[in-house]
C-alpha cells in the first residue's frame, strides 16, 4: 500500500476531523499544506476538479469528503475503528452535524474574526463555494439566529454524553466525535475559548468531551510539496483494494462517463468514467498527463453521480 497523502490547511475545520482520525489510528503520514484560497492547479490535476478541502491520496487512489476518507482510513488500517458502533450512527450524526452547523459556526466565527478575513477569501467563498456572503456585515442580521441554532444541538451534544459519553456514542471515540467537534474547534480556536464557550453556554460536559477528543493528536505527519504528490501518482497504479464491492444501485453501468457533484456547495463537477459503485461509494477513472490514471472516489450521500 503506498504512502498517505493528506491535502488539508491547517485552519480547515473538516481537515482537522482527518489530522484526528490519523491520531486515533496513530498513522503515520504526508502533508501538503494547501492554499487557503485557489487557483490550486495541482489539487485539480488529482482531483479532476473537486475543489474542497481535505483530500486524502494513496499513490493513484484520491478521496474527495471526509466520509470516504475515514473509510480509506479504516482500510488502510482498521484498528481502532472509527466506527465502534457501526458505520450508521456515525454518519448519520456526521452528516447532520456538518449541514446543520456549517453555516451557523461560520456567522459566529465572522462575528468574532470577520474583519481579518482578506476580501479575496470572502469573494472566493460567496461565488465559488458557498453561494452566500460570509463577510461580517453580510452575515450580521442573522447573528441571533446562528447562536440559537448552535445552542440547539449542543445540547443534544450534551443529552449524548450523559446517556453514553465519555464520547458521543459510547466509551470509544468514533468518527462522530470527530465530526462533531470540528466546528467548535473552529470557533473556540479562532475566537477564543472562553468567549465561544460563554456565547454559546458549552459547559464542562462539552469542554471536557473536546479535551478528550483533542488527547488523540494527530500521528506523525512529514510536509512534502505538491509536485512531490503528484510524482506519487503518477509512479503507482490504482489499488484494487480500495474498489467498493457491488453494483451501482441507480442502474448506471460501469464504463459509464459519468458527473459526480456535490449537492450542497462547490457544485463543480467532477467528469470521469466509473469503476465502480456501491451504495457508500463511487469511483470514477479520470486519467490526467501529470497523474496518469486516477481513481477518484466519493461519498453517495452528499452527491450526485450522473450520466455525462
Ligand atoms: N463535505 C465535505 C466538506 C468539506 C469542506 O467544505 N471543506 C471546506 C474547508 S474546511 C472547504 O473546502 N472550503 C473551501 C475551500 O477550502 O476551498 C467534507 O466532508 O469533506
Redo the contacts with the bound molecule.
Sequence with gaps: MSDIILHHYDL????EKIRLAMGVKSLDWHSVTVE?V?PRPDLDALTGGY????VLQVGADVFC???VIFRALERIKPAPTLYPQGEGIAKALSLWW?RTTWKPAIGVLVAHIGEHLPQEFLDDRRDH?LGYDISKEGMAPMLPAYVQQLVAVKEWLSSMLAQNGPFLTGDTISAADLTCYHSLWLLRANAGAEIIDSQLGLGSDITGWMDRVAAVGHGNSTEISTSAALEAAKEAEPDKAHLPQGEDPSGIAKGTRVTVTPDDN?RVPVTGTLVAANGQEVVVAVDGDATGTLHIHFPRA?FETLPA
Design positions: 480547515s475545520p473538516f481537515s487557503a485557489p475543489r474542497r478541502l481535505p469528503d471526509t466520509e456538518d463555494y462547490a452528499g
